[in-house]
């Protein structure tokens, strides 16, 4: 028998009749009578169904990690014990309720933050280092898989989490191997270190083994599956595992196949590819295996607006950032070498700067960003890695040949500031490629000069001349921003490679007579570079740059000498 009493009855619960009018034949009373019998058992099913939820919500309160005072909304202390404000005055009422505020909000009582998920909406069942993973996912590699519209983007993934679960495992990979990245970059303790590789290969080994499973039966591969393989090839691209990146290598060109080819795959689906080929390609320093299929192109509906109108993107922004952002590429397109630069990498400069101008606006103003924007970055990516520049082994040495020097540079440091400062791949291993690649092409002897040698401003006809050189001599502008963002991108890396980057930075700022942050920041607008309110990177940089011109400076003749 049940301890709870009864409610006295309402009205609702009565229904009164005139008994001279209780008559089966009168229609009227019939139907009010039937018409109470029906709100009387929905209203009866109605409380029913409230009296559950109350005994399944008190279920899910005692699996809460913090109590709950449905009163108040605060989180409370467990019955038994005493609260140290206890009889406190009501002075003090701000700061109770602050604590109380703080107890809720505080890590240990977020949903997801290491502990089990309440609510049991995942298709996996999740350990506590598997919930860790999710929480970082959603705070750290949904804003680096879509710089713009993240949120929209985490909703669709989590829906294929959702339907299958080897999504939701890769998506706990991306998050687990991007913890691996930063605590490598970041010197974490090696224990530490040591637990978050070792936790990182248990989830990929769990994935792998359901995915495993998926391709028993080649004839009833969804399409799913060669989403959730193209995105472990990204993966391990970016993290510079050259085994794992040919094993899904081979596996996504076989599911292509099976699908019959990209024409049948949908545009996010594409859209995985396309990036996994490109991060490929950067890993292997190829061009990308595939084409930009038309029909993919014409679905991102922004693409004839930021590359191909004249439309002004930031003219709507408050006049500081519309003065800042209009900035950008004007010092590339009114240098003297600009006219002598390959015809596509004219191209790729405009387009570069649109798109930087596009990310800037949309990021301040995201009401303006369509889900389809960040297919833009996929396409200057692929166009970057699509192209390939060689100076001509004939060429004659005059200021003007510093162009056909400058194609390799700005394109390799073009496709740096995609991935560093816009898709913010910085923390992986794939940056150090990049930047190698991007010495390598500055410490490139240039191709002996046909000039005779009675030329005494050229010296020897058969003299090395290092690239880097050759550009400080006739552009040093450019090589300012090109150093710089190499710099950057080696941060945390190779502390060799960086501090060649940043003695190189030093002296070149010297020649400059650059020193206040203020005014190198206001150099570097004027190629391509922007950064947000609160983002010091750049300017802890140059802090270091001048550092070591004070403290470990060679004179900008010895610089070009020493490399």
């Known amino acids: 028998m049940s301890n709870q009493r009864a409610s006295p009855p309402t009205h609702a619960d009565l229904l009164f009749v005139h008994y001279d009018q209780d008559d089966p034949q009168n229609r009227s009373v019939s139907r009010t009578k039937a018409s109470f019998a029906q709100k009387a058992h929905q209203r009866k099913k109605r409380l029913a169904g409230m009296e559950r939820l109350k005994t399944s919500s008190l279920a899910l309160r005692q699996r809460l990690p913090f109590a709950y005072d449905a009163a108040s909304g605060f989180s409370r202390r467990r019955r038994g014990e005493k609260s140290k404000h206890d009889g406190a005055t009501p002075g003090h009422a ?65 829906q294929q989490g959702l339907s299958e679960p080897v999504i939701h495992l890769t998506l706990l990979v991306s998050a687990a191997g991007h913890k691996v990245a930063m605590d490598t970059i970041n010197n974490a303790p090696s224990h530490e270190l040591q637990q978050s590789i070792g936790q990182f290969l248990g989830v990929q080994r769990d994935t792998i083994k359901r995915l495993n499973h998926l391709l028993h039966d080649p004839d009833v591969v969804a399409e799913s599956t060669t989403l959730t393989v193209a995105a472990l090839r990204a993966i391990e691209a970016i993290s510079c595992n050259f085994d794992g990146v040919a094993v899904h290598t081979k596996g996504l060109n076989a599911l292509v196949q099976i699908h ?12 995985q590819i396309y990036h996994s080929d490109i991060m490929y390609a950067a890993l292997t320093d190829t061009i990308p295996a595939r084409p930009l299929i038309a029909r993919w192109r014409s679905e991102i509906l922004q693409e004839t607006m930021v590359f191909h109108s004249s439309s002004d993107l930031v003219s709507h922004l408050d006049k500081e950032t519309t003065a800042r ?3 950008l590429g004007t010092s590339v397109f009114e240098a003297p070498w600009y006219s002598g630069l390959a015809d596509t990498m004219r191209t790729l400069l405009r387009a570069s700067q649109r798109l930087i101008q596009y990310y800037e606006a949309a990021r301040l103003q995201t009401s303006t960003a369509l889900l389809t924007d960040n297919s833009l970055f996929l396409v200057l990516g692929h166009q970057l890695l699509s192209s390939r520049y060689t100076a001509a082994a004939d060429m004659v040495w005059e200021p003007r040949t510093v162009s056909c020097l400058l194609n390799e540079p700005l394109r390799i440091t073009l496709f740096i500031y995609l991935n560093m400062r816009i898709w913010n791949f910085q923390e992986y291993p794939i940056m ?17 000069s046909t000039r005779g040698s009675a030329d005494p401003a050229h010296g020897p006809a058969s003299a090395p001349t290092l690239t880097l050189s050759h550009i400080n001599n006739s552009a040093p502008d450019v090589l300012l921003w090109i150093l710089f963002i190499g710099a950057m991108a080696a941060q945390g890396h190779n502390s060799d490679t960086h501090a060649w980057f940043v003695h190189q930075l030093a002296d070149l700022a010297a020649f400059l007579e650059l020193r206040e942050w203020e005014m190198a920041r206001e150099a570097l607008g004027g190629f391509f570079y922007t950064d947000q309110p609160g983002q010091l990177r750049g300017e ?15 004179t900008h003749e010895e610089t070009f000498v020493l490399v």
Request: charged content about 10%; hydrophobic content about 40%; aromatic content about 12%.
């Open 94 to 158: 701000p700061a109770v309720a602050t604590e109380r505020l703080n107890d809720i909000w505080g890590p240990q009582s977020q949903l997801g933050q290491g502990f089990i998920d309440p609510f049991s909406t995942t298709s996996v069942p999740m350990s506590n280092f598997m919930n860790l993973c999710w929480h970082h996912y959603r705070h750290f590699i949904l804003p680096l898989a879509y710089p713009l519209n993240s949120s929209p983007m985490g909703a669709w993934w989590w």
């Open 325 to 327: 952002l209009s900035m």
């Open 540 to 554: 802890e940089l140059w802090k270091q740059v001048v550092s070591t011109r004070i403290y470990g400076h060679r």
């Open 260 to 271: 019959g080819g990209l024409e049948h795959l949908d545009h996010q689906t594409l859209f």
């Open 432 to 448: 150090q490629r990049l930047v190698n690649s991007l010495r390598d092409v500055l410490l490139c002897p240039c191709p002996p």
